[in-house]
Structures are given as structure tokens and as C-alpha cells.
């Protein structure tokens, strides 16, 4: 079992960044990705963005390129995603995930985060 705890969501103004955490404890070795999601009110969950476990590649959603970074602290276990110029459309619950077996936006994530709510006002 992996264990995810989100933190870091909050209420901010457009334009403004956030960062989000994601510390993860239990059997981390047999993460091979780690991802973002993110689900707006009244929306499906989506994806936003993901990294492999060792760092080396990551992945984004096209709406948050250029804005958003996806990195994670190996030492700590700790993934984190750096929010900028951020849009009331950025809205919504964030989960963190972990996948055993693959990871981006068509892996299986087999563990999930409680989510952390961030707002974005106009």
C-alpha cells in the first residue's frame, strides 16, 4: 500500500501561483509514476500531469503547459506541482495519484490522495 497526502490548495487570485504537495509513505518502491487530477464542480476527474518516479520525464495536459511543473523530491517522497499564472478555470479538487505499473495520462493510478481544493478568483 502507498499512502498520499495533499496539501498546499488554497484560495488565490488569477494570475497569482500555488503549490501543491503530494508526500507519500508505505511501499513507495513499487511506485513507477506519480499524477496530478484535478476535478472542477460538476465535471469528471482529469488529468493535469505526471512523472515518472525517478524524475527523469514528465508529461502535461495542454491547457496547464507553460504554467504549471510537475516535480518531485526523492529523498522526501514528496511530489509537488508549481502552479502559475493561474485562471479561474484552474478550479477544482486536486488529487495526487500513484501508479505500480505505468504512468501519464493512460496509466493505471492505484493509489489516490484525499485532494486539496484550490480556488481561483477572477
Known amino acids: 500500500q502507498v499512502q498520499l497526502v495533499e496539501s498546499g490548495g488554497g484560495l488565490v487570485q488569477a494570475g497569482g501561483s500555488l503549490r501543491l504537495s503530494c508526500a507519500a509513505s508505505g511501499r513507495t518502491f513499487s511506485t513507477n509514476g506519480m499524477g496530478w487530477f484535478r476535478q472542477a464542480p460538476g465535471k469528471e476527474r482529469r488529468f493535469v500531469a505526471a512523472?515518472?518516479?525517478?524524475?527523469?520525464?514528465?508529461y502535461y495536459v495542454d491547457s496547464v503547459k507553460g504554467r504549471f511543473t510537475i516535480s518531485r523530491d526523492i529523498t522526501e517522497n514528496t511530489v509537488y506541482l508549481r502552479m502559475n499564472s493561474l485562471k479561474p478555470k484552474d478550479t477544482a479538487v486536486y488529487y495526487c495519484?500513484?501508479?505500480?505499473?505505468?504512468?501519464?495520462?493512460?496509466?493505471?493510478?492505484?493509489?489516490w490522495g484525499q485532494g486539496t481544493q484550490v480556488t481561483v478568483s477572477s
Open positions: 495519484a500513484a501508479s505500480r505499473t505505468g504512468w501519464g495520462p493512460y496509466a493505471g493510478y492505484d493509489y
Open positions: 512523472i515518472t518516479w525517478r524524475g527523469d520525464h514528465t
